[in-house]
């Protein structure tokens, strides 16, 4: 069974950077493609990036384009989102999750993602 932690986040403030990490346990991670995603209270969870298995491929919202980078460590077993020039907009718990498969089309719906992580809050203040 994989099992996913989230660390980092935490709150800043506005133009501020942020880094989340996400580390795998209990699979074998390279088999997996990364998704990112937040969440915000009565909203549905929303797609923020993805990374193929080996890292090749990305994919990022048009919201966070040019300001979020994706990355991984497979040695590690580490995902990574490096967030930059944040805005208020971000804020969310955020949250990694595991899926076996690239299909561009369908990156961005939590439900073709196997595992999750127990999600972290940023916040982003004027």
């Known amino acids: 069974q994989v099992q996913l932690a989230e660390s980092g986040g935490g709150s800043v403030q506005a133009g501020d950077s942020l880094s989340l990490s996400c580390a795998a346990s209990?699979?074998?991670?390279?088999?997996?493609?990364i998704g990112w995603f937040r969440q915000n209270p009565g909203r549905e969870r929303e797609f923020v990036s993805a990374?193929?298995?080996?890292?090749?491929?990305?994919l990022y919202a048009d919201s966070v384009k040019d300001r979020f980078t994706i990355s991984r460590d497979n040695v590690k077993n580490m995902g990574y989102l490096q967030m930059t020039s944040l805005k208020p907009e971000d804020t969310g718990v955020y949250y990694c999750?595991?899926?076996?498969?690239?299909?561009?089309?369908?990156?961005?719906?939590?439900?073709?993602?196997?595992?999750w992580g127990q999600g972290h809050q940023v916040t982003v203040s004027l």
């Open positions: 999750a595991l899926r076996t498969t690239w299909r561009p089309a369908s990156l961005r719906f939590p439900q073709e993602y196997e595992y």
């Open positions: 209990g699979g074998t991670f390279d088999r997996f493609v």
């Open positions: 990374i193929s298995w080996t890292g090749t491929m990305t």
